[in-house]
């Protein structure tokens, strides 16, 4: 074995560049099953960001469905989600540029035609074969209000659009059960978001819109409905957080298997999916536990669950297709690829998109950490994931500790895990460690863990992201007078709240975070507009609360270089949020930098713009800690 060069950690040479994240390993998400074949959306950074449904027909054969310039996306919420299905004979399809359903012939040349006119947006398209339309979450915006939520039904021949469903905030998961005869769905209501509370409906479809709906569960602060699904026999499941975890339920028969664990995701995206039908009897499912992913399935006789043994740790977008659960998973050392599963157990790649070639020697392992959040003996225990500074051909000096970043997870209700993420190896094989923090807020650890940060945003979180250092810093495995932070979106504003808040952090990068929770309050979209009242308190009643936690009414205490990466063409966080940020440590004669991406949204899709962000980041870093003297 060749001796590795000793070398200051944040300093090493690395193969992991910022042009081999943006072409190693696409997304791949929202998949479907139709007749013999499988389908997925396949996100392309280097192809101008551009999404592509993909299809694996009862060949094997692996193909491009949509012919470029065309995109799915879908801008319903801002963050979209699935907005795809399949007839027999065509693809319908929401596209990026003009947000109209296009629908495509699966077979010979033709381009894609479109069934809508420009105007109103389109999610979680189903098809109504009974009588002939689709339905879809639609959104209509409007001048001086907020934009109108509902559900559509899209006559397939005129693309003449009607209401089947409206009056509610928001709706998610429309899904025709396989009789034809019912569609159900979920909404819910400001000021909740779709984790706190939110309720589940059926009614019978017929030619002029639903009969007879029917509340089906939900409706009090106590639960939030995830993914409701048909089985092949015609009846309802769905999944509840009523007992504290995410676990499948039947809709007329109770609990079908109670697990401390979770069987659901924060719903971020239309059509995210955790469970499918195998047949009846037989479910197939992914849940996550203490951080880690599994899957297996659920004989719902029984009931009993099987796990299946795999080298895969993360995992999304389950699937049931020809007996088998298809689901796209990673591991540490592997990117994300499409997996079938079947009931006997055995594991099968069907579809490996990475082009990545490195030696594992170079891919730093996480490490699952609980720690206490602060320093009472009763307090809860927080999660996250430690990957320490790996190169095959560099270690650090002796007797030097190495840099660390803590890595703050958007939302905030959302999670970080285990599987391959380029974006820290690039830091690690250049000498940094991580830390990945699941702080309280996260999901994956129950209702009570995800709600703890009700009322103490900005608290909380930054308190747990202080403890992963003084965890790491007593362990040794870190330097604890070179910590950065990093974030994007809410994640940003932890970053921005602990370096005002705090001295742990000597620097920080927020990406498309935020500084001002009153202009935020004021100013962003429909879907998170009252995001806050949970978080923080009412707007304006607690706007004491809102000027207190806000890091831009609080310029005295950062004093340390901040770098901000913004998308302008962000409606989640507009750019007011970093300018005023940049503006302020301008004036204060801090070090900032502001990097700015003319054509991007929330969160950065193009690989030339991933490229810019991530080594001016980097650039910012060495300078902070004049690291390029020591190489």
């Given at each position: 074995m060749t001796e590795k060069t000793k070398q200051a950690f944040g300093t090493w040479p690395s193969p992991i560049s910022a042009e081999l994240i943006t072409q190693a390993a696409p997304s791949l998400n929202f998949m479907q099953s139709h007749g013999d074949s499988l389908y997925w959306v396949e996100g392309r950074?280097?192809?101008?960001?551009?999404?592509?449904?993909?299809?694996?027909?009862?060949?094997?054969?692996?193909?491009?469905?949509?012919?470029?310039?065309?995109?799915?996306?879908?801008?319903?919420?801002?963050?979209?989600?699935?907005?795809?299905?399949?007839?027999?004979?065509?693809?319908?399809?929401?596209?990026?540029?003009?947000?109209?359903?296009?629908?495509?012939?699966?077979?010979g040349e033709q381009s894609p035609t479109a069934l809508t006119e420009e105007g109103p947006r389109f999610a979680n398209l189903v098809i109504d074969t009974a009588h002939q339309r689709l339905i879809a979450i639609g959104e209509q915006h409007h001048e001086n209000r907020e934009p109108e939520n509902f559900i559509a039904a899209i006559a397939l021949g005129t693309g003449n659009i009607s209401k089947l469903a409206s009056g509610a905030d928001f709706y998610a998961y429309p899904s025709i059960s396989p009789d034809q005869q019912e569609l159900c769905w979920i909404e819910w209501h400001h000021p909740n978001m779709p984790w706190d509370c939110t309720q589940l409906w059926r009614a019978h479809?017929?030619?002029?819109?639903?009969?007879?709906?029917?509340?089906?569960?939900?409706?009090?602060?106590?639960?939030?409905?995830?993914?409701?699904?048909?089985?092949?026999?015609?009846?309802?499941?769905?999944?509840?957080?009523?007992?504290?975890?995410?676990?499948?339920?039947?809709?007329?028969?109770?609990?079908?298997?109670?697990?401390?664990a979770e069987f659901a995701t924060p719903l971020w995206q239309f059509g995210m999916s955790t469970y499918d039908f195998v047949d009846a009897n037989t479910i197939g499912c992914l849940w996550t536990e203490k951080g880690f992913w599994y899957s297996g399935f659920i004989d719902i006789a029984s009931p009993s669950l099987t796990q299946a043994t795999s080298q895969y740790s993360s995992m999304q977008a389950a699937c049931c297709h020809q007996g088998r659960l298809y689901m796209v998973a990673g591991a540490p050392a592997l990117a994300n690829q499409i997996v079938g599963l079947d009931p006997s157990g055995q594991v099968k790649s069907v579809y490996a998109p990475s082009t990545l070639d490195l030696d594992e020697a170079d891919i730093a392992q996480p490490e699952s950490l609980f720690f206490?959040?602060?320093?009472?003996?009763?307090?809860?225990?927080?999660?996250?994931?430690?990957?320490?500074?790996?190169?095959?051909?560099?270690?650090?000096?002796?007797?030097?500790?190495?840099?660390?970043?803590?890595?703050?997870h958007g939302g905030p209700t959302g999670a970080t895990d285990s599987g391959l993420n380029l974006k820290i190896q690039y830091w690690t094989n250049r000498g940094f460690a991580v830390v990945d923090i699941n702080y309280r807020g996260s999901t994956g650890f129950g209702r009570s863990y995800r709600q703890a940060l009700a009322g103490n945003w900005g608290i909380a979180d930054v308190e747990d992201t202080q403890s992963a250092i003084r965890y790491l810093a007593e362990q040794q495995k870190i330097d604890p007078e070179r910590c950065l932070i990093r974030g994007g979106s809410a994640g940003g504003y932890t970053v921005l709240s602990a370096l005002t808040f705090t001295d742990t952090f000597k620097a920080g990068a927020s990406l498309y975070g935020i500084g001002d929770l009153e202009t935020l309050a004021t100013d962003t979209h429909k879907f998170e507009s009252r995001y806050l009242d949970s978080l923080i308190g009412p707007y304006p009643e607690r706007r004491d609360i809102y000027l207190e936690r806000s890091p831009i009414h609080h310029a005295e205490g950062l004093n340390c270089p901040v770098i901000f990466l913004q998308g302008l063409e962000d409606k989640v966080v507009p750019p007011n949020q970093a300018e005023m940020m940049v503006e302020l440590l301008t004036e204060k004669g801090i070090k900032v930098d502001y990097v700015t991406f003319p054509n991007e949204g929330h969160g950065f899709r193009k690989a030339n713009n991933i490229i810019r962000a991530m080594e001016s980041e980097l650039s910012f870093y060495q300078e902070v800690f004049d690291l390029a003297s020591k190489a």
């Open positions: 950074p280097w192809d101008s960001g551009r999404s592509v449904i993909m299809c694996r027909d009862g060949r094997g054969i692996i193909r491009d469905l949509l012919p470029s310039p065309f995109s799915h996306y879908s801008k319903v919420h801002e963050y979209g989600g699935m907005a795809y299905t399949i007839d027999r004979e065509s693809l319908y399809f929401v596209n990026a540029a003009d947000q109209r359903i296009y629908q495509l012939s699966l077979y479809l017929t030619d002029n819109g639903l009969a007879e709906q029917m509340l089906v569960a939900g409706g009090a602060n106590d639960q939030a409905i995830f993914e409701p699904r048909w089985s092949p026999d015609n009846r309802l499941y769905y999944v509840s957080d009523q007992n504290n975890w995410w676990n499948i339920y039947q809709a007329d028969g109770g609990i079908v298997l109670s697990k401390e206490p959040s602060g320093y009472q003996e009763d307090a809860t225990q927080v999660h996250a994931f430690f990957y320490p500074p790996t190169n095959a051909n560099y270690q650090g000096l002796a007797n030097e500790l190495p840099l660390v970043i803590a890595l703050c």
